[in-house]
């Protein structure tokens, strides 16, 4: 069974860093295309960044510069490193997998249950 385990939210300043982590777990994903997402209140869930097989990167145009996507595959794990955050950024953040080597902002396949990340001003 596969799992998506977030970690690494919280609560932090305007201006601060955070890093959240995404354990996989069930099988591996070193050859698959893994990503970040988020959903504020009352929005719907967007897009945040995406990272390849081959470890090729893609952002919102909302975090490009402030926020980096990474893996480890010896640990089957996806890092988001974000800072300069902002209020805005204030959302749910989920991990995602997908089935193929490279996607970008569509076609995952599996998720994770999120963690809260707060930015007050």
């Known amino acids: 069974q596969v799992q998506l385990v977030e970690s690494g939210g919280g609560l932090v300043q305007a201006g601060g860093s955070l890093r959240l982590s995404c354990l996989a777990s069930?099988?591996?994903?070193?050859?698959?295309?893994m990503g970040w997402f988020r959903q504020a209140p009352g929005k719907e869930r967007e897009f945040v960044a995406t990272?390849?097989?081959?470890?090729?990167?893609g952002y919102a145009d909302s975090v490009k510069g402030r926020f980096t996507i990474s893996r480890d595959n010896a640990k089957n794990t996806v890092y988001l490193q974000m800072n300069s955050l902002r209020p805005e950024d204030t959302a749910v953040y989920y991990c995602?997998?997908?089935?193929?080597?490279?996607?970008?902002?569509?076609?995952?396949?599996?998720w994770g249950q999120g963690t809260q990340v707060t930015v007050s001003s």
């Open positions: 069930g099988r591996t994903f070193n050859s698959n295309a």
């Open positions: 990272i390849s097989g081959g470890r090729l990167t």
């Open positions: 995602a997998a997908s089935k193929t080597y490279f996607t970008g902002r569509n076609n995952y396949d599996y």
